[in-house]
């Protein structure tokens, strides 16, 4: 067993560094856990929301790795703005957690991944990749990939937090053919063949999003992730150039695949969708531009698709992050009639 620690990667998850220490060791992962302290059910999980400061001492003793760096391997490095509400102390009040993360923009469960990024470092992901903002890998020119090649499946993250190496979707084709109730997908992740980026605006607005991620935004950067946030929600095809744009972003809007997204509760979920959004949010947010000016254009755009409807944007959702509570553009689109806020519960 080799007993050397490895060292994070930069921006790398907790969740990430944990399981590829355990690969490393050759342990499984609970024996690690076990070892720094981590193994009571959902301690990892909790870990990776928020590290408290006992936790990060014991770690940093175990493996010498700087309380600072564990800490940004959390998703308290993005509570000031992209998860705004995050709890305080989410190892003593689960539920808590569980009420901020229901409804907070955040992937907790379905995962997105770059193939070859995982190639290249041998499936350690970075944090960023929890959040619907990460939208396309910089580096590669790709979107970021959801759903298994082979069976269009979503792709969870596993246990402890663990990126799974192939899908584990179950295929219904098969089972139904040969009866077997176990039968897996298992093709795996880092094949995929990802959608490459063709316009280098789609990357630009991804480098905006890092900036305004990372702490250090203009007021810019600020009304466009707030403006992305809403768009997410409402873009559709009409709102898309036919020229200079990325075509793949119109064809998807256009799909049944893309359409389909509209009617669930969390259309966030597609890089695709948050891609055109931000591409329409940019556009939108020409200079001097006021939140009226922005909601009346939203609103003459959206005419064009015949909703008389307003879009309902779940209250939980906008108190905890999925629209950037304050968010002056809501407040705009409700008055206008746009959105309505309103309780998908009742």
């Known amino acids: 067993m080799n007993d050397a620690f490895l060292q994070p ?23 690690l856990l076990r070892d720094l302290h981590l193994h ?31 800490h ?26 569980e ?35 990460t939208f396309a890998c910089l580096e590669h020119r790709l979107y970021l990939a959801t759903e298994c090649i082979r069976c269009l499946s979503p792709v969870h993250y596993g246990r402890h937090s663990t990126l799974p190496q192939s899908c584990d979707a179950r295929v219904d084709e098969r089972r139904h053919t040969h009866g077997y109730d176990d039968e897996r997908c ?17 990357l630009l607005h991804q480098e905006r999003i890092n900036t305004w ?5 203009t007021s810019g950067d600020r009304q466009f992730a707030s403006l992305t946030a809403v768009m997410v929600m409402l873009v559709t095809p009409a709102m898309m150039r036919r020229r200079g744009e990325d075509p793949a972003l119109l064809c998807h809007l256009r ?20 891609a055109a959004a931000a591409s329409v949010a940019s ?31 779940d209250v939980m959702e906008w108190a905890y992050g999925s629209t950037l509570r304050p968010n002056p553009y809501v407040d705009e689109l409700v008055r206008r009639g746009v959105i309505s806020i309103g309780s998908f519960g009742h």
């Not at 901020?100 to 990024?117: G, N």
């Not at 298992?186 to 789609?202: K, Q």
């Not at 991620?213 to 935004?217: A, D, F, H, M, N």
């Not at 799909?255 to 969708?273: F, I, K, N, V, Y």
């Open 99 to 133: 009420q901020w993360s229901s409804s907070a923009w955040l992937s907790r469960h379905r995962a997105r991944w770059c193939a070859p990024c995982l190639r290249k470092n041998n499936f350690r992901w970075p944090l960023r990749w929890m959040l619907p903002w």
């Open 255 to 274: 799909s049944r695949r893309g359409l389909g997204l509209t009617q669930e509760r969390a259309p966030w979920t597609d890089p695709l969708r948050v």
């Open 9 to 31: 990667l930069a921006d790398e998850s907790l969740a990430s560094w944990v399981n590829a220490m355990a690969r490393h060791r050759e342990v499984e992962t609970t024996t």
């Open 283 to 313: 556009r939108l947010l020409s200079p001097n531009a006021s939140a009226s000016d922005v909601a009346r254009r939203i609103e003459d755009m959206r005419s064009l698709d015949y909703r008389e409807s307003p879009w309902r944007l």
């Open 186 to 202: 298992e093709y795996p992740i880092a094949l995929h063949r990802p959608l490459p980026v063709t316009d280098d605006s789609v």
């Open 213 to 217: 991620l990372e702490g250090s935004p």
């Open 40 to 70: 009571r059910d959902g301690a990892l999980s909790m870990a990776q929301a928020r590290l408290s400061e006992p936790v990060a001492r014991r770690v940093r003793r175990r493996t010498g790795v700087d309380e600072a760096v564990l």
């Open 72 to 97: 940004e391997m959390t998703l308290s490095r993005y509570s000031g703005n992209a998860l705004p509400h995050l709890p305080l102390t989410p190892w003593t009040d689960s539920a808590a957690v």
